[in-house]
Structures are given as structure tokens and as C-alpha cells.
């Protein structure tokens, strides 16, 4: 079954410490994309790839770092940087269509 | 950035009864879609109605979009208490990388 995948589900990360997001798809679509969801709010974009090695910083890059080596897949690194990080995180890709499919979510913690 | 807003932020409802959940935005766009997500979850393209189009049905599921006052609405028909999720509108107005812009959503719950 086509589809994408992210992991892990659940992921703890402690203060100064970087952690990686990963976002694979086997939908052979070109973009991708990272949101970033606080409880009760919508979606905010960190990261999009129109295409493999080429990305740009959406509404709240700072603190994240992303990379696009393959089709397949665009991790997101959470870096220490970022001061908040407690959120739900999602991942998104979408063909010339523009509808998007997205993956199940990685919730991250600070402890 | 923020295009769409829903309203209302949340909805409580009775099964049996119809939901309707409203999406206001400010910029032409090309098309404007509906997205679900339960608690926990990604989201879930529902419903794509394009800037041409007036109004549009699935299952129970109807769709208007007023391009003149900007805005779109989508009603649920004879809720379900499965249908308790958030709903989200997002626009894509073709701007530079033709993304999609989410509004904060509307919560609705539907109670047995």
C-alpha cells in the first residue's frame, strides 16, 4: 500500500539535545512537507521540498534543520535551538494535484 | 501564514443532527479543500472544490465556496458520533511553491 510513514510515534528529547524526525513516502510525489501542530491549533509550516536536493524555510524554521538527499524520504532535525519544542509534529506530501496525504505524526516531548 | 479561519472553533452537536462548519480567507485562490483529523492523528483530505465551482457533495458531505465574499462551507449531514474530529479548510491561492494554507480549524463533537 502506498502511503507515508513517520517515526517514531513518540519521541522524548532532553534539554540541549538535537533529535530526528523521519518522514518517508512511497507515493512517488515530488513535495514534502513538515508541520509543526500546538494542542487546539492548526498547522504551522517549519520546512517544503519542491524537489530532491532543494528545500526552503517556511513560517518557523528557526530551531529545525531538514535535508532531501532522496524522493523518498526528508527527515526533520529538531535542533537545539529550539527553545519550545513540545509539539505534534507532521509530515505531508502532495503530487501536481495539490492534495496532500499526510503521515500519522511524531508527538515530541522535552523531559 | 494563516489564510483560512474556521468557524466556529468548536461545535458540539447531538448525533442525528447536521454540522455545518464555516471558512473564511483572503486571498483569489485556485482551489480550496476540506482536511479531517482525529484526536492524535494526521490529517485526511476530505473534499476539493475548485474556484469555478459553486457547490459540491460526498456521502454526506456538502461543500459551498462564494469566491465574491470569499468563503466556503462544509456541512456535515446526519452526524455520526465517528464524525467527532477536527476539520480543517486549506486554500491553495498558487502562490510561490503552490502550497496549501490550513486555517486553525473547527472541533466538532458529536455526542451519542
Known amino acids: 500500500d502506498g502511503g507515508i510513514t513517520q517515526s517514531p510515534k513518540y519521541l522524548f528529547r532532553k534539554e540541549g539535545q538535537n533529535v530526528t524526525l523521519s518522514c518517508e513516502q512511497n507515493?512517488?510525489?515530488?513535495?514534502m512537507y513538515w508541520y509543526r501542530q500546538d494542542p487546539g491549533q492548526g498547522l504551522r509550516l517549519i520546512y517544503y521540498s519542491q524537489i530532491v536536493n532543494d528545500f526552503q524555510k517556511g513560517d518557523i524554521a528557526e530551531g529545525y534543520s531538514v535535508s532531501r538527499e532522496k524522493k523518498e524520504s526528508f527527515p526533520l532535525t529538531v535542533t537545539s535551538a529550539q527553545k519550545n519544542p513540545t509539539a505534534f509534529y507532521l509530515c505531508?506530501?502532495?503530487?501536481?494535484?495539490?492534495?496532500?496525504?499526510f503521515g500519522s505524526g511524531t508527538r515530541l516531548t522535552v523531559v | 501564514s494563516q489564510q483560512g479561519e474556521e468557524d466556529p472553533q468548536a461545535l458540539s452537536i447531538q448525533e442525528g443532527e447536521n454540522a455545518t462548519m464555516n471558512c473564511s480567507y483572503k486571498?483569489?485562490?485556485?482551489?480550496l479543500q476540506w482536511y479531517r483529523q482525529n484526536s492524535g492523528r494526521g490529517l485526511v483530505h476530505l473534499i476539493l472544490i475548485r474556484s469555478n465551482e459553486r457547490e459540491k457533495h460526498s456521502g454526506r458531505l456538502r461543500v459551498t465556496l462564494d469566491t465574491s465574499k470569499k468563503s466556503s462551507s462544509l456541512l456535515i449531514t446526519a452526524s455520526r458520533a465517528a464524525d467527532t474530529a477536527s476539520y480543517f479548510c486549506a486554500t491553495d491561492a498558487g502562490n510561490a511553491g503552490n502550497m496549501l494554507t490550513f486555517g486553525g480549524g473547527t472541533r466538532l463533537m458529536v455526542k451519542p
Open positions: 507515493l512517488n510525489h515530488d513535495a
Open positions: 486571498t483569489s485562490i485556485n482551489n
Open positions: 505531508a506530501s502532495s503530487s501536481g494535484a495539490l492534495v496532500y496525504t
